[in-house]
């Protein structure tokens, strides 16, 4: 209920900064960003996820063409690591986003969500785990809040992202799911 209170406060902020909007120009922006996440993988012998931690960092591109609407590219190195109860786990991965891009300008603040698909591609795994395909697909989405200083972006993102094939091949119900609340920094051109 909670998460349904604050959607639709963060849809009514952006409904205001449509109006706030008079002067825009086509921009796009290109930077560096850094994140911390909650992954529920599945384990060999576990029918439950087990919640790991993994962190990443990577390039981001985003064009805004429209006056609200744009799209949106990450590529990122991942990984996550485990090592409680005599479970000793790790993997490494590259993920990448390719996202529609809502931007709600406001002064000197933003805000946007993000939604789409991703692809994954697995670069190397411990035994124990339940993640038998090399590459993985899903739709993920989220929402950001940003401060430009001129032609310098700091923001934050939130995202939630689920895998829509199984981690494994022998069975439908191994699906992983994360969440991730990143720190970017990039730089804006504005285009003519």
């Known amino acids: 209920m909670r998460f349904l209170f604050v959607t639709i406060g963060f849809l009514c902020f952006c409904l205001l900064s449509l109006s706030a909007q008079n002067k825009f120009s086509r921009f796009y922006e290109f930077g560096v960003k850094g994140s911390g996440y909650i992954v529920d993988t599945y384990v060999v012998d576990s029918a439950l996820a087990v919640p790991m931690n993994g962190s990443n960092f990577g390039i981001r591109l985003v064009y805004v063409e429209k006056k609200y609407a744009g799209v949106f590219f990450e590529m ?25 891009h809502f931007y709600f300008p406001m002064g000197d603040f933003s805000a946007s969500i993000d939604l789409g698909p991703y692809g994954m591609a697995l670069l190397e795994k411990n035994k124990p785990l339940v993640l038998e395909n090399d590459f993985l697909y899903g739709i993920g989405g989220g929402v950001g809040v940003s401060y430009s200083l001129k032609n310098v972006v700091i923001g934050v993102d939130a995202r939630y992202y689920f895998n829509m094939p199984s981690n494994s091949r022998d069975d439908d119900n191994f699906r992983s799911k994360w969440f991730e609340v990143s720190v970017n920094l990039g730089f804006r051109h504005l285009l003519k």
């Open 76 to 100: 990122t190195y991942n990984t996550v690591n485990y090592n409680k109860d005599g479970l000793n786990v790790s993997y490494k991965y590259l993920h990448f986003p390719l996202f529609t």
